[in-house]
């Protein structure tokens, strides 16, 4: 018997349909649209490898079971840790302000993940990434600190 469930890609569309309604419903502008660039997704796999739509705008995908963000900016994919590289805290986007910063000792981060100010030491963790065909995958065992490899931390993101 057939599985009749959607794939992710079908239902990260039918996420983001059902958002662009409601937030037209409540009056948002377009302005107020930009700043409201985050999706929460449910586990992209199990394994090493996890798999996500790729996003069809810039913005945050925040997945908390596999404990990654994906993000896609200024023509660019990445996948990071969800933890602060600091305390390992759970780090949090800030859309009108369009940056990350965790909420213990509020370190900052731009959307590539690169250290702005506060108590952490480095950048955010990056995850290695690449595409094939209109999923990113992610391999949550290869994490990549910028103090320790820089250049495998500047790999770590694919061009589309």
């Not at 983001?16 to 377009?30: E, K, R």
Request: aromatic share 8%; glycine share 10%.
């Amino acid at each position: 018997m057939p599985d009749n469930k959607p794939g992710p890609r079908r239902q990260f569309l039918q996420m983001i349909g059902c958002f662009t309604i409601s937030a037209a419903a409540l009056g948002l502008s377009a302005t107020d649209l930009a700043a409201l660039t985050v999706t929460i997704v449910d586990g992209g796999g199990a394994g090493p490898e996890h798999r996500y739509p790729v996003p069809a705008a810039d913005g945050v995908t925040i997945d908390k079971t596999g404990q990654v963000i994906i993000v896609r900016y200024q023509g660019h994919l990445y996948a990071f840790n969800l933890a602060c590289p600091h305390q390992n805290q759970m780090l949090r986007w800030l859309p009108k302000e369009n940056r990350f910063q965790c909420p213990k000792h509020e370190s900052k981060y731009q959307p590539t993940g690169v250290f702005m100010n506060g108590r952490a030491t480095r950048n955010m963790d990056r995850l290695a990434i690449r595409v094939e065909g209109g999923e990113i995958l992610v391999n949550v065992d290869k994490m990549f600190k910028s103090d320790q490899d820089p250049s495998g931390w500047a790999a770590a993101a694919a061009a589309i």
